[in-house]
């Protein structure tokens, strides 16, 4: 999913909202609501997956980092 799915989604159902209440279309401003519900909801979960990813990537980091500390304190232990 891109980062501008959501976005056009948004605008796509404001402007199908905009040509409902112009033509008086019920079905097409009920379409352009649900267009704009959909982009949000795909921003949403794009921001949620891009924040999953930052904390697996500290996660990842501050192993790796308890790893490397560990085998330096054993290493240390070992040389004595």
Request: hydrophobic share 30%.
């Given at each position: 999913m891109n980062d501008y799915s959501g976005k056009l989604d948004q605008a796509k159902g404001s402007a199908k909202t905009v040509a409902g209440e112009i033509t008086n279309d019920n079905s097409l401003k009920v379409e352009?609501?649900?267009?704009?519900?959909?982009?949000?909801?795909k921003e949403a979960l794009n921001d949620a997956q891009k924040k999953a990813e930052e904390i697996g990537d500290k996660a990842k980091n501050e192993i790796n980092k308890a790893k490397r500390d560990f085998n330096n304190k054993e290493d240390n232990v070992n040389n004595k």
């Open positions: 352009g609501a649900v267009d704009k519900a959909k982009g949000k909801t």
